[in-house]
């Protein structure tokens, strides 16, 4: 099926994909597999694309799956879009030979960026200093104690003039639908969508979604505005009359309104986004127990200890040991 009959001098967008060790395979099957569509559905090869890695040698994803690269590191080679994609390592080694890589191609391309986790290394090379920009909400934590003058955005993926991120996982697909619409038309990119059973591009507007926001947008406003105020106040947790006053309501109708609504109570809510963000920490960081028992608001971390493990069925030192501490979207 084609949408449109061939243009007589059609162009191919060029893509560039520069792949890091344990890098999110998801991530980047995302990015692809939409211009492996637009292209069947266009006729012919409107976008074509490369994988790169830094030793020019195949690297693994973190799923298992080996790339091989398609063009070396040096390649002078211009592309119209540029990601490097990343996932477990998010401080790979030879820093100063991806710092080199990531300055060049970033000349060599008209939109530069980073898939999942790649906003790591396009921080260290100083690409969002005053940017907007994103990474997978799950890595944020870690991200934000590393670059504390750096605020990641919750959105899917972020466009900030040539600099483009995205949060990792379908989001990508989003960014990519968002390419194929900006060059072929919204028609064009809802059809390749509707390929892998899309029913809407979600915008960068959107926001991810943590465990603990889940159902937040069909929640009422007053418990949203609370939970809010939780997530903003992690390190200095706010006192539950604290939290009622702030949002305009009383204690006893807070309490029912998380009873009514997510079955829990207040406070054992604000304890379980808490140490969420102390596991992201162990997973993504290596902060010591103490320095995280500080970051998450609980006064020691024995206390920590005790909470993590009724909660999660492990002590914080046992979860960087576990096999699921390797998480990649």
Not at 198 to 218: G, K, L, S
Not at 235 to 255: F, H, K, M, Q, W
Not at 321 to 328: I, R, T, W
Request: charged letters at 20%; aromatic letters at 10%; glycine letters at 6%.
């Amino acid at each position: 099926m084609t949408l449109e009959p061939k243009p007589l001098n059609p162009q191919t967008y060029k893509i560039g994909l520069l792949l890091i060790e344990d890098f999110s395979m998801m991530s980047v099957t995302t990015i692809i597999n939409p211009f492996r569509s637009a292209n069947r559905m266009l006729g012919y090869d409107a976008f074509s694309w490369d994988f790169l890695t830094l030793s020019n040698e195949p690297v693994l994803a973190s799923d298992g799956f080996e790339a091989k690269p398609t063009l070396p590191i040096t390649s002078a080679k211009k592309f119209d879009y540029f990601f490097v994609c990343a996932a477990l390592q998010t401080d790979p080694p030879n820093r100063a030979k991806l710092n080199a890589a990531l300055q060049r191609f970033s000349k060599q391309s008209k939109v530069f960026g980073g898939a999942c986790c790649g906003a790591f290394m396009l921080a260290r090379a100083g690409f969002l200093d005053n940017k907007q920009f994103t990474l997978h909400w799950e890595n944020q934590a870690a991200f934000v104690e590393e670059f504390p003058e750096l605020k990641p955005s919750p959105a899917l993926f972020v466009t900030d003039g040539s600099l483009w991120t995205g949060s990792g996982g379908l989001a990508c697909m989003d960014m990519a639908l968002r390419i194929i619409s900006d060059r072929f038309g919204l028609k064009t990119a809802n059809s390749v969508g509707n390929t892998y059973h899309i029913d809407r591009i979600r915008q960068p507007n959107v926001e991810q979604r943590p465990f603990f926001m889940i159902d937040y947008e069909t929640l009422p406003p007053k418990l949203s505005a609370a939970i809010k105020l939780m997530i903003e106040n992690l390190e200095y947790p706010l006192s539950v009359s604290e939290l009622s006053d702030t949002v305009g309501i009383t204690v006893r109708s807070l309490e029912r309104n998380f009873k009514q609504q997510l079955e829990t109570s207040p406070g054992k809510y604000y304890r379980k986004i808490r140490l969420e963000k102390a596991k992201q920490l162990l997973w993504h960081t290596n902060l010591s127990v103490l320095e995280i028992s500080i970051l998450t608001g609980f006064p020691s971390p024995s206390y920590l200890s005790r909470l993590y493990r009724n909660e999660f069925g492990v002590l914080p030192s046992e979860e960087r040991k576990k096999p699921s501490s390797k998480h990649a979207s």
